[in-house]
């Protein structure tokens, strides 16, 4: 006993006293859902490429978004960008430029030359892919990386589908495409063009062990309308094919377009590049219940484009074309009115939808076509086996990112099922929603606009409409993401803990010390982004 | 105040991020940080005081290169983290009794004076009891004299280790266990109360500040900043306490945000008797939103509540914002209710 007066004890740190056993919560780390990737058709991990790119990691950035998508330059322009719809951040301020990003992300990897890493043994498996457009690409690229030996045949002179022939070239130039497509041929996959497969029973004969059907929808629909011999009507679909050809249709001076769709605006316009000073788009409904996406119409609007509402042409002769006005019914469908009005007009291009060239699969009757479009179940196979289809030939949203999807989700399908497996989803985690979000923490900053070419200048020419952003202000876009539901390292649960109980690891992440974590809430009640989860204790 | 990050993705609110380069990091986001009150401590779950004492304590560390002394009031501080023979403290820390940490401090100070050891530094710490209250006097004596100490007060606006007694910090119709919510004036009474800070400024001493738990960047920036001056300096700390507030644990940082963000705890900072910054409110929140969650208040809601109460604890709020110029064209309102 050599201690001072009146001290009994050794000293000791209060390190031995595991205030752990108080508690009746545990924090734990969770990864969920951001809406963005939920919404996204393709399913890139948006959050997750951000991620990388908010650091300026751009190539780790464009490798994590290449594994849902191999087209993002392509997509960085036309895509219509749900998962900014789906944002949580426009409840803060406005949604993360995440199309732009991707673009910049897409050009990047353009510039600097990336390509994708084959890792997969060859196994020896022959896979034709009929059509060469987003759901095709998509498909033969996943399957390439899977180590499958795949060969698209392409009907037309050159490979795209509907990105080539239907998106016209101030949308989506030509020499981007020509990048993305090459860097795919650059894996191994084989592109036939000049190819029409007549018979998709047939290639099965020739020893391939699956066939994708990518076939889009290319046949313009028609209409019956009252027409002098001598009127000038074309569809919108062959309008654009042609130009894309570099064989322009004469078109005059005047052209009304006949529909509400994306395509009857990309056809208006487009007639205004190839010398039309006035380009009617004449639509039978309402904007509201217009199909066209807003960002074409508002672009379309400022380049001079016309929209006649509520009107239907009723005939068509030489240099006239007769509308009819319409009206809405109690049940919001248009009625006509009796009333007409002529319009000048040296040609006529109809854009009613599409429909799917069926003759491929004619004689098939194992397999089932229903309103024009090919029957698949879950794991996109027609009723004929080892026979897949996606893109606009099934059921479902006509869109480039949504063909990319089914490209993906074929081509997993098309894997397993070669090697005598169903293809089984990964589990979805539970959204990450808005009201999980701490929002104090964020501050606000306004999206980064994208530079418009002036509207004037932009419809004299096919030049590229919409700019993309510079490696600076991807990377500000970029740090706009919220992060939601997933952990961006930004320490706050290891500064706010009373008990000191939250380790910081080497790797940026963070883990509980449940020797000492009393379950107080703090560090879940102040995440930013409600990437930690209170679990209940069980004894 | 606080550090101007440029930080788009989480501003400058967050403890820290991942991208903010090295010398812009918050003490608290650092691994390498003293932990000046390390875990085992006894504090109840969710404590805003053993929060805010390892903010302050860190920083001043960081601030001196790790050249402190710390003197604690009897308190919650106090007794939480010291049961014989464990302590908490990462630092010299001592203690005497409930009234008499400045007069301590002030000789501590004194005594590394006299062997010329001046680049130790002095704070003194307590809570609002012993600072307010019993504490007074030898701290009114110590900035008079213009003592070379820090004295920190972490204001939980009661008693609260001896069970929750009111101070002469408690606000007006808080229920605590001397002050109960029963008969025409339910609670703590509505009288001027005894604000300290502006008391300390009165001192016309070199540094007088207000800060809370949920401003980390603001507070740690604050105390290095009182490290810079010599002489007797105050900073003033709201932390919230859900044994004697009736919170919830996980609320803690929230509801020390809206007392800020309402205007009921105005944040700024003074030197020599002058303010001369004020935090502007971000987002203005109704004293109701944060008074809700307190059951401490619980008598002012309901169906036998007293709007009448909650109107004039909101005439507080409007008077500090018109008073301190709480507010800008960057202060959004906040409709919630």
Redo the contacts between chains.
């Keep these: 006993m050599d201690k001072p007066f009146a001290i009994t004890l050794n000293i000791g740190s209060s390190l031995a006293n595991h205030t752990g056993s108080w508690r009746n919560e545990r924090p734990v780390y969770v990864n969920r859902l951001p809406p963005c990737n939920d919404a996204c058709p393709a399913g890139e991990d948006v959050q997750g490429w951000l991620y990388e790119g908010e650091a300026g990691n751009y190539e780790q950035a464009w490798r994590n978004l290449v594994r849902d998508n191999p087209l993002p330059a392509i997509m960085g322009r036309i895509c219509y960008h749900p998962c900014q719809t789906a944002c949580n951040r426009a409840e803060v301020d406005e949604a993360v430029g995440i199309n732009s990003v991707e673009r910049f992300l897409g050009d990047e990897a353009i510039k600097q030359g990336w390509q994708f890493k084959l890792t997969a043994a060859p196994t020896g498996k022959r896979i034709l892919i009929i059509g060469s457009g987003p759901s095709g690409l998509s498909a033969a690229y996943q399957l390439a990386m899977k180590g499958h030996d795949v060969t698209i045949r392409e009907s037309a002179a050159a490979p795209g589908g509907m990105m080539r022939y239907g998106i016209p070239a101030y949308r989506l130039p030509r020499e981007v495409l020509d990048a993305e497509i090459a860097r795919i041929v650059n894996l191994g996959v084989k592109i036939e063009c000049n190819s029409k497969v007549e018979s998709a029973e047939a290639t099965f004969a020739e020893g391939f062990d699956a066939v994708f059907l990518a076939i889009g929808a290319h046949l313009g629909k028609r209409a019956f309308i009252p027409a002098g011999d001598t009127a000038r009507i074309l569809d919108a679909v062959s309008v654009l094919h042609m130009t894309a050809d570099g064989q322009p249709p004469l078109l005059g001076r005047r052209v009304v377009v006949y529909g509400g769709g994306n395509t009857a605006l990309d056809a208006a316009r487009t007639a205004r590049r190839l010398g039309a000073y006035e380009a009617i788009v004449v639509y039978r409904r309402t904007q509201e219940k217009m199909p066209a996406h807003e960002v074409e119409l508002r672009e379309a609007l400022d380049e001079g484009i016309v929209m006649r509402w509520l009107s239907t042409v009723s005939r068509v002769d030489e240099g006239k074309v007769t509308i009819e006005k319409m009206a809405l019914d109690d049940s919001g469908f248009p009625q006509p009115t009796g009333e007409f009005e002529d319009l000048d007009a040296d040609s006529v291009i109809l854009a009613l939808g599409q429909e799917v060239d069926l003759s491929v699969i004619e004689g098939m009757s194992e397999i089932k076509v229903e309103d024009g479009v090919i029957d698949v179940d879950g794991f996109l196979m027609t009723g004929r086996k080892g026979l897949f289809a996606g893109g606009d030939a099934v059921p479902g949203e006509r869109t480039a990112t949504n063909a990319i999807g089914h490209g993906k989700h074929a081509a997993r399908a098309i894997d397993s099922w070669l090697q005598g497996e169903n293809f089984v989803h990964a589990e979805r985690p539970a959204l990450a929603a808005f009201d999980r979000l701490n929002t104090w923490y964020y501050s606000d900053a306004p999206k980064t606009v994208r530079p418009k070419l002036d509207a004037a200048r932009r419809a004299s020419n096919f030049a590229e409409v919409v700019q993309g952003l510079d490696a600076e202000t991807a990377v500000f876009e970029a740090r706009r993401c919220l992060s939601c539901g997933n952990c961006f390292g930004c320490d706050n649960c290891f500064g706010v803990c009373p008990d000191n109980a939250v380790i910081k690891l080497e790797n940026g992440k963070y883990e509980i010390n449940l020797d000492y974590c009393k379950g107080c809430g703090i560090c879940a009640n102040e995440c930013p982004c409600g990437a930690i989860d209170m679990e209940v204790e069980r004894s | 105040m606080s550090t101007p990050l440029k ?13 903010v380069d090295e010398e812009s990091l ?1 003490e ?2 650092r ?1 390498g940080r003293t ?1 000046s009150l ?6 109840c ?4 005081e ?2 805010g004492a ?1 903010y302050a304590l860190d920083a001043a560390m960081a601030a001196t290169d790790g050249k402190i002394v710390a003197v604690n009031a009897t308190g919650c501080l106090e007794v939480f ?1 010291t049961p ?5 403290w990462r630092l010299p820390w001592l203690h005497s009794l409930f009234g008499n940490a400045s007069a301590v401090a002030t000789g501590v100070a004194a005594a590394l004076r006299a062997q010329g050891k001046e680049d130790i530094r002095v704070i003194a710490q307590g809570g609002d009891g012993g600072t307010v209250d019993i504490g007074f006097g030898p701290l009114s004596g110590m900035f008079e004299r213009n003592d070379d100490v820090l004295y920190i007060c972490y204001d939980n606006e009661a008693y609260m280790n001896t069970g929750v007694q009111r101070s002469g910090a408690t606000p007006p119709a808080a229920r605590t266990n001397t002050t109960h919510a029963v008969g025409a004036n339910p609670g703590a009474s509505f009288t001027q109360g005894k604000n300290l800070p502006v008391i300390a400024m009165a001192h016309g001493i070199p540094y007088v500040a207000t800060a809370t738990v949920a401003d ?1 960047h603001d507070l740690e920036a604050k105390v290095k900043k009182a490290m810079t001056f010599r002489g007797a300096r105050y900073l003033h700390i709201l932390v919230p306490c ?1 044994l004697g507030w009736g919170s ?7 509801l020390a ?1 809206m007392a800020a963000e309402s205007g009921l705890f105005p944040v700024f900072e003074a030197e020599y008797g002058e303010v001369t910054v004020v935090k502007k409110i971000r ?1 203005l929140v109704k004293v109701v939103d944060y008074l809700k969650p307190q059951k401490r208040f619980a008598h002012l809601f309901g169906a036998n509540g007293r709007p009448d109460l909650l109107e004039a604890i909101q005439g507080i709020a409007d008077r500090n914002i018109a008073k301190y110029q709480l507010t800008d064209e960057n202060t959004q309102e906040v409709a919630r209710g």
Aim: one cysteine or more.
């Design positions: 930080f788009y993705q989480v501003g400058s609110f967050a403890v820290g991020n991942r991208l918050s608290q986001s691994p932990n390390t875990s085992g401590h006894r504090a779950q969710g404590c805003g053993a929060l390892r983290s014989y023979p464990e302590t908490s980390l859900p919830r644990s996980e609320e803690t940082i929230q945000r987002r």
